[in-house]
C-alpha cells in the first residue's frame, strides 16, 4: 500500500495536470510492450513491435514492467504543455532528460541495480558517461516518434476525457471529495490517501501538493519512487475510454498510402471509423471539429467506403467491406497490398 500524506498545504495545491506528458506515456507504454498477454493494448503492442528497432528495445531495461523504473525518464514538465503539440512536448522533454543531474542517474542506477542485474551501458550511465545519456535521449526520441506519436489523437482524446471528470469532481465537490473518489482501491482517510501499490510506503508532500496525472499507457497507479521529486501520482484512464480509441489509432498509424490519396485528416478520419463512432468521437479522435468530421465522413459515404446509422439520439459509422479492405492494405480475396512493414 502507499499512504500519500497530506497537510494542509497540500490540500490547496492538489491540481489535476492539463495535458498528457509524453515522458510518462513513453515509459508507461514500455511496460505495456512488455507485458505479458491481455486484449486492450495488443493492436498497439503488436503493430510497435514489428516497427521498434534494437536501440528502442534497449531502453526497456531502464523501465521494466516490474519493478522500478528509471525516475530520469519522467522529468517534471517545468510548463504544462499544449495536448495537441507532442512534438513540442516530447523535445521539451527530452531536453529535461538530458539535464539530469549525474547524482540523480546514479541514484536511479544504484536502485534499479539492486533489484535485477543491468547492462553495462547502464552502469556506466551511472558513473556519469555523456555519451550513454546522448544515446539513451536519441533513442528515446526515436521510441517516441514510432510508439507515440502515431497514437497521440488517441491518448490525447483518452486523457482529456478522464481530465475532464476529474477536474468537475474537484471544481464541484472540492478536493477531499476529489481524493475519496479517486480509482486508487484504497481511498480517503482524512489526511492520507491509501493508494494499492506493488510496495508498502509513505509519501509525505509536505506543502508541495500534489499532481494527479491521467495516463493513457499507465496499467496501475504510480508515482516516482525518489520522494523529493514533485509528487505526482500517475493513474489509469477508464478501460471503457481507452480501448476502442487503442485500437483506432493502431489503425490511424498505417495507411501512410492513404494520406497521399485522401490527405491526412480524411485518412485519418477513415481510420478512426473502426469501431462504430459517433460523429463527436471520430472528432476526438482526430483533431479536428465536429463539423469537419461530418464532412469527411459524408465524403467517404458517398465513396462506398463507410456507412452510418441512426443509433438512439447519436448516429455511428463503419466501414464498408471496399473501407476495411482499402483500410488494412488488403485485396479482397488476394491478402496485402502496399504493405508498409519496416525491414
Known amino acids: 500500500m502507499l499512504r500519500i500524506h497530506f497537510a494542509s498545504a497540500d490540500i490547496a495545491r492538489t491540481r489535476v495536470a492539463l495535458a498528457p506528458d509524453p515522458m510518462w506515456e513513453a515509459l508507461l507504454s514500455m511496460h505495456v510492450l512488455q507485458a505479458p498477454g491481455g486484449?486492450?493494448?495488443?493492436?498497439?503492442?503488436?503493430?510497435?513491435?514489428?516497427?521498434?528497432?534494437?536501440?528502442?528495445?534497449?531502453?526497456?531495461?531502464?523501465?521494466?514492467?516490474?519493478?522500478?523504473?528509471?525516475?530520469?525518464?519522467?522529468?517534471?514538465?517545468?510548463?504544462?504543455?499544449?495536448?495537441?503539440d507532442v512534438d513540442s512536448a516530447i523535445r521539451t522533454g527530452i531536453d529535461a532528460v538530458r539535464a539530469t543531474p549525474v547524482d540523480?542517474?546514479?541514484?536511479?542506477?544504484?536502485?534499479?541495480?539492486?533489484?535485477?542485474?543491468?547492462?553495462?551501458?547502464?552502469?556506466?550511465?551511472?558513473?556519469?558517461?555523456?555519451?550513454?545519456l546522448d544515446g539513451i535521449c536519441g533513442a528515446l526520441a526515436d521510441y517516441c516518434r514510432t510508439a507515440l506519436v502515431p497514437w497521440w489523437p488517441a491518448v490525447d482524446a483518452a486523457v482529456g476525457a478522464a481530465r475532464e471528470r476529474h477536474s468537475r469532481v474537484l471544481t464541484?465537490?472540492?478536493v477531499a471529495e476529489f481524493l475519496a473518489r479517486l480509482p486508487v482501491s484504497g481511498g480517503w482517510r482524512g489526511d492520507v490517501l491509501d493508494v494499492r501499490y506493488p510496495r508498502d510506503r509513505?509519501?509525505?508532500?509536505?506543502?508541495?501538493?500534489?499532481?494527479?496525472?491521467?495516463s493513457y499507457f499507465c496499467l496501475a497507479p504510480v508515482t516516482l519512487c525518489d520522494p523529493d521529486r514533485p509528487p505526482v501520482l500517475v493513474l489509469p484512464v477508464p478501460e471503457e475510454q481507452s480501448d476502442a480509441r487503442v485500437r483506432s489509432a493502431a489503425a490511424a498509424a498505417r495507411p501512410d498510402r492513404l494520406r497521399a490519396l485522401f490527405g491526412r485528416t480524411r485518412a485519418a478520419v477513415l481510420a478512426a471509423v473502426t469501431d462504430e463512432p459517433t460523429t463527436s468521437e471520430v472528432a476526438a479522435l482526430t483533431g479536428v471539429s465536429a463539423a469537419a468530421a461530418s464532412q469527411h465522413l459524408g465524403t467517404l459515404r458517398a465513396s462506398g467506403l463507410v456507412t452510418t446509422r441512426r443509433a438512439g439520439c447519436c448516429v455511428r459509422h463503419s466501414l464498408?467491406?471496399?473501407g476495411r479492405?482499402?483500410?488494412?492494405?488488403?485485396?479482397?480475396?488476394?491478402?496485402?497490398?502496399?504493405?508498409?512493414?519496416?525491414?
Open 104 to 132: 540523480r542517474l546514479r541514484a536511479d542506477v544504484e536502485r534499479m541495480a539492486g533489484e535485477r542485474a543491468l547492462p553495462a551501458w547502464a552502469r556506466r550511465l551511472g558513473e556519469g558517461d555523456s555519451a550513454v
Open 172 to 174: 464541484h465537490y472540492g
Open 202 to 214: 509513505d509519501l509525505y508532500l509536505r506543502g508541495r501538493g500534489l499532481l494527479v496525472l491521467p
Open 39 to 84: 486484449a486492450r493494448y495488443a493492436g498497439w503492442r503488436a503493430e510497435v513491435g514489428t516497427r521498434l528497432d534494437r536501440r528502442g528495445w534497449a531502453l526497456t531495461a531502464l523501465a521494466p514492467p516490474r519493478g522500478s523504473s528509471a525516475d530520469f525518464l519522467t522529468p517534471a514538465p517545468q510548463v504544462q504543455p499544449a495536448a495537441h
Open 320 to 322: 464498408t467491406a471496399l
Open 325 to 343: 479492405c482499402l483500410l488494412s492494405g488488403e485485396e479482397p480475396g488476394r491478402g496485402r497490398i502496399g504493405s508498409v512493414r519496416p525491414d
